[in-house]
């Protein structure tokens, strides 16, 4: 298939593999950001490939994982009201709260529907005018675009009965966070290309000078992600820290500007809490003062309650790349997709679950 | 409150043996990992016999000197029409295909029909018409049947159970507990159309060319094999949970490992694409026609050349074989030359954020 194919040939992985054993001197410790990414590294077996001195280590970029367990109880709860239409990505609905998850609400006689676009809810909000759509606006920046615009179509349209459960996150203040931390053991950075390709790569360059890292913006694809490892490593052995990108196929150095736009028109930058990483400044979006009428926090004001995370989950230091799934004593155990003990367990995306998937002997 | 329903093997004081759902899920249907478990843990204890032990599609039973398979399933799916087929081709189907994986030859089928209030008329006719053309096609027949109607909202137009009983003309043993070290896996076909065709339609999803359900009778083409004399060890037909899914099952139930490799695995173009796009992995997407079939190695190039000569195993491949290790676990060889293991997957594919 074309556009895929060129990226998953085998004879160009060998290359890439053996160009990084060619370049490569000293043990280096490079983290990809995306959930997409780690998915991808372990279902192709792309680290297996790699010379044993690079460690790969998985990064927060899976918004399922980082949702907080808070918003995902208030998500079902809004669910459970009679007159609402829940809508949500699909892979949110399986992801517990404090006893069930979406999928459980649905079974209880929920209204719950997977949708592929938010903008599939506006004409579910017109078929519907006597129920309120809420739809689970969940995501890093990537999502953004097309939330917002729900958000505004529906302003324009009119429309009263849709509203967005909104738990927005953003890249570069979780890649300072991980930075910080005197626990962080991360040289380099893959950056998720498909954030890049809305919002660019320029908010990157101070993070790389200041903290003397090399962040290569990569795609998705086997090659995408051997590349880039290859590039970040090049960095590193000359001593180079720099924002390079290797996903220039779908990225600008200034990214999509009607997408940012829409971003900017909707929503603000707020803080947010990162589920088993705790409250990061600035690392968020929430709805605009102007469109707090379709925050659905406050339309169905409900009170903050408490929840408490399971105490044997390392799913924090998972997140932050401080250590590997299989380094946790429940992974496997007390922890399985069956029985997620924390969300990285639970999406698709998630580090644990993908060697659970993939990994586990 | 035991000692009240001593005589009750099944009492109301027995715990539920699944608790960590407190209600059935859609998921509990998916064929993964949660209709196996509801299957291994609430329905087999329950009725406890050795024909469920097989854990085979359908049970073969002994007659006088005659060994019959008997086999029943439900069709439930919506859209009622897909490119390809509807509800009435894939209930007949589905059965006789069920019996062709016991290597029956499927003698008479029955249909149980479930109508919702108001469906109409034209519709029922259409499958009507739909179930006796697929069974002329499978050459069976529909030997008896029985008609329910439920209130408008209690249904979703039309539900179908169907059960066939076929006849075993041989002595193999075609089940996971006959597949041996070094056995060769044999696909018959490519994977996932039947998936994507009812994807595409309920989702609104449209692509360059439409994607056909696979839906087939695979009774010929296995009676074919049977009998040039192949001494077939296990066949398996690819339903709800894929190729992985079937393969992942027989693995558990033969302790065995069966290693495939992804690029021997054929697939439609359109299929792959929809999948890329919807973040689904092809091999966990619904088949209706497909089947694998383990076979020692010494019988492969033959088995392989009967069921290209067969218009539905044209792109017949073979896919892996069976290794020693006692694993009970598939793996699979990557496109870029790793191995990683397949898994079973909890529920449905559900598509990606991003």
């Known amino acids: 298939m074309k556009f895929i194919d060129e990226y998953r040939d085998p ?39 790699l010379p044993p001195q690079i460690t790969l280590v998985h990064g927060p970029g899976c918004p399922v994982c980082v949702t907080p367990l808070e918003l995902i109880e208030k998500a079902i709860r809004i669910a459970s009201l009679p007159k609402v239409i829940f809508c949500s990505f699909g892979d949110m609905i ?19 529907r997977i949708v592929y676009s938010p903008l599939d809810c506006l004409k579910i909000a017109r078929d519907n005018p006597e129920r309120e759509i809420v739809f689970f606006a969940v995501g890093f920046e990537t999502t953004a675009p097309a939330n917002a615009m729900a958000v505004f179509q529906a302003r324009s ?26 626990s962080n053991r991360v040289q380099g950075f893959l950056a998720a290309g498909h954030v890049c390709a809305v919002m660019g790569y320029e908010e990157y360059e101070p993070i ?12 998705f694809e086997p090659l995408d992600i051997l590349q880039g490892v290859t590039m970040c490593v090049e960095q590193l052995e000359q001593g180079r820290a720099e924002v390079e990108n290797q996903y220039a196929r779908c990225v600008r150095k200034e990214g999509n500007a009607a997408a940012r736009d829409l971003i900017k028109e909707v929503f603000r930058v707020v803080p947010r809490k990162w589920r088993g990483v705790g409250e990061i400044a600035q690392s968020g979006l929430g709805l605009r003062q102007e469109y707090a009428g379709f925050d659905a926090e406050m339309r169905f004001a409900l009170s903050d309650f408490a929840v408490a995370e399971s105490p044997e989950c390392i799913s924090g230091q998972i997140l932050q790349g401080i250590q590997k799934p299989q380094e946790c004593p429940a992974f496997g155990i007390l922890c399985s997709p069956e029985h997620p003990l924390g969300a990285t367990m639970v999406s698709s995306e998630g580090a644990c679950a993908a060697y659970y998937r993939y990994r586990r002997v | 409150m035991d000692h009240e329903n001593k005589n009750n093997t099944l009492s109301f004081a027995c715990p539920i043996p699944i608790s960590q759902y407190p209600n059935v899920l859609l998921a509990h249907g998916g064929g993964g990992r949660l209709t196996h478990e509801l299957i291994e843990k609430m329905f087999i204890p329950a009725f406890n016999n050795p024909f469920l032990e097989a854990r085979h599609d359908g049970a073969v039973l002994s007659v006088g000197s005659q060994k019959l398979a008997f086999t029943t399933d439900s069709y439930v799916v919506h859209p009622l029409f897909f490119p390809g087929g509807n509800i009435g081709t894939l209930a007949v189907y589905g059965t006789v295909n069920d019996l062709a994986m016991c290597g029956a030859r499927p003698l008479v089928l029955s249909a149980g029909l479930i109508l919702e209030e108001g469906l109409p008329m034209e519709t029922l006719w259409r499958v009507t018409q739909a179930m006796q053309r697929a069974a002329l096609d499978a050459h069976t027949r529909l030997a008896t049947g029985d008609t329910k109607v439920v209130d408008r909202g209690k249904g979703d137009g039309i539900f179908i159970n169907t059960s066939g009983i076929g006849i075993v003309e041989h002595d193999l043993l075609i089940a996971p507990a006959s597949v041996k070290q070094d056995d060769v896996v044999i696909l018959s076909g490519d994977v996932g159309r039947h998936g994507m065709a009812i994807m595409a339609v309920r989702e609104g999803l449209e692509f360059e060319t439409k994607i056909e359900s696979d839906c087939a009778p695979l009774a010929d083409i296995v009676l074919a094999m ?21 393969l992942i099952e027989i693995a558990e139930a033969a302790k065995i490992r069966i290693g495939i490799e992804e690029t021997e695995v054929p697939l439609l173009e359109e299929v792959r694409g929809a999948c890329e796009i919807l973040g689904f992995d092809p091999f966990y997407v619904a088949n209706e026609g497909r089947f694998v079939c383990f076979v020692p190695p010494r019988e492969a190039p033959r088995a392989l050349a009967i069921m290209r000569s067969h218009p539905l195993g044209a792109q017949a491949a073979i896919i892996g074989t069976v290794a020693g290790d006692k694993k009970g676990m598939v793996t699979l060889k990557t496109r870029i030359g790793a191995t990683r293991i397949v898994d079973a997957i909890s529920g449905e594919q559900l598509p990606r954020i991003c």
């Open chain 1, 11 to 49: 004879a160009a992985a060998r290359q890439y593999a053996q160009a990084l054993v060619n370049i490569v001197t000293k043990p280096w410790t490079l983290m990809e950001v995306c959930g997409g990414q780690t998915h991808a590294i372990v279902k192709f077996g792309i680290d297996e490939l």
């Open chain 1, 94 to 112: 399986r992801v517990p709260g404090n006893s069930r998850d979406l999928l459980s609400v649905k079974a209880a006689g929920g209204d719950v």
């Open chain 1, 157 to 182: 349209q009119g429309l009263k009965n849709f509203s967005l459960l909104v738990s927005h996150v953003l890249v570069p203040p979780a890649i300072e966070a991980i930075l910080s931390s005197p």
């Open chain 1, 208 to 219: 790389a000078r200041q903290y003397r890292v090399p962040i290569v913006v990569t795609g």
């Open chain 2, 226 to 246: 049977l009998d040039a004399g192949i001494e077939i060890h296990c066949l398996r037909d690819l339903t709800r949970g894929g190729l992985a899914s079937a």
